[in-house]
């Protein structure tokens, strides 16, 4: 005879940053289950992040969402035990003939971030003296963007879950779900079952298949495989005032690390949800294109590996209620942003799932509800609740 179902007020899926900081921020005032099909927390997207704040980074709901979270990772609560955020100024630069590009962007970015400013190709080669001479037109540089402790990060959101009696279950993926009397029974491949009136899709890559499950219509998402590197540095180079170097055009990046570069070609290859590996003709192709920017010319790498960036059609987060299907709310989407935008985002999805309007700091920055709606991505229904 099978056992009767735990219950709780919510049940997360998925154990990245986007489910366990939505389910912490809900633990403040309900029960909640997270679960997770692997065996440990964060194993996808999550913890092969490059771990940066870039407050210039992605569109305008982006950006919003970045720059509202900045005061909780300069200054986070009791449950995380260490700093978060360590300087690492950001310069991106345009090749030349893309200056107007550039100008454009820094047009659209500068409201939110107003310490961002234009650079010439010397300032530029004096704040990363690697930089071939002849290769910039114009740059922008970030000097308040940082690098994440993304594992100090989602243990925090984790450990305060926990301390609020919130439940973590991992090796616990989501086989079925059915929606009965105004709530669903949550069936893992074990065999468990738990219950509750809502559940968050917070699945990653996954998100669309844990939707089909609840008869959900899918949003659309599409997993995008991103691949990272890492090369020593020459001896004679100090690494720890540089900053992280972008070409606008996202042909590569590279992230100082200790005596090393972490670089990636920024590719991003349409997969299937999957334990994602790096491609090696990326590699090539970034290390050719980092040969002709910089006087970097290390050919051996070190270690590589890739995780899937997931994106709807607008590149925009999708945090909301499903419009045809009751209890089902989704927290997807958040492709390469998740980590910076993690602490907005749970506090949006937290008012949003208890009915509630939008932080008033979060709104004040131009988010609206409807730019995440999962209404503009989703298909017509085809179920009713039991």
């Known amino acids: 005879m099978n056992e009767p179902p735990e219950k709780f007020d919510v049940i997360v899926v998925g154990g990245g940053i986007g489910g366990v900081s939505l389910g912490y921020e809900l633990s403040h005032d309900r029960s909640v289950c997270l679960l997770e099909q692997e065996s440990t927390l964060a194993y996808h997207t999550t913890g ?35 700093e978060l955020l360590t300087r690492r100024t950001l310069l991106q630069f345009a090749a030349r003939g893309r200056g107007e590009a550039l100008e454009a962007m820094f047009e659209q970015v500068r409201t939110l971030t107003p310490d961002a400013r234009l650079v010439t190709e010397d300032e530029a080669r004096t704040l990363f003296p690697l930089l071939r001479e002849g290769v ?83 949003v659309g998402l599409r997993p995008l495989r991103r691949t990272i590197f890492v090369l020593d540095t020459p001896d004679d180079v100090d690494t720890r005032q540089l900053p992280t170097l972008s070409d606008i055009d996202e042909s590569f990046y590279l992230k100082p690390e200790g005596d090393r570069m972490l670089c990636s070609p920024a590719d991003e290859t349409s997969t299937e949800p999957t334990d994602a590996r790096p491609d090696e003709t990326e590699i090539a192709r970034a290390l050719d294109a980092i040969h002709e920017a910089t006087t970097l010319e290390a050919r051996h790498v070190r270690s590589s590996w890739a995780g899937l960036r997931s994106f709807v059609h607008d590149r925009t987060p999708v945090v909301g209620f499903d419009p045809n299907v009751d209890g089902f709310f989704w927290c997807a989407g958040q492709g390469g942003y998740g980590i910076q935008t993690c602490a907005a985002l749970a506090r949006v999805g937290a008012a949003l799932v208890r009915g509630e309007g939008l932080p008033v700091d979060v709104a004040a920055r131009g988010l609206d509800v409807a730019d995440l709606d999962p209404a503009r991505c989703a ?5 009713v609740d039991a």
């Open 136 to 218: 910039v037109d114009l740059a922008l540089h970030e000097p308040g963007s940082m690098e994440v402790d993304v594992h100090a990060l989602h243990q925090g959101f984790v450990r305060g879950l926990r301390r609020r009696g919130g439940v973590v279950a991992t090796r616990s993926g989501v086989v079925a779900l059915e929606r009965t009397a105004g709530a669903w029974t949550v069936t893992s491949a074990d065999g468990t079952r738990r219950r509750a009136p809502v559940v968050v899709d917070a699945a990653g890559a996954w998100a669309d298949s844990v939707a089909a499950l609840a008869g959900a219509s899918p």
């Open 48 to 82: 092969r992040s490059a771990a940066l704040f870039l407050e210039t980074y992605g569109n305008a709901a982006i950006r919003a969402l970045t720059t509202a979270s900045r005061s909780f990772l300069l200054g986070p609560p009791e449950h995380f035990d260490t």
């Open 379 to 383: 298909a017509p229904p085809h179920i």
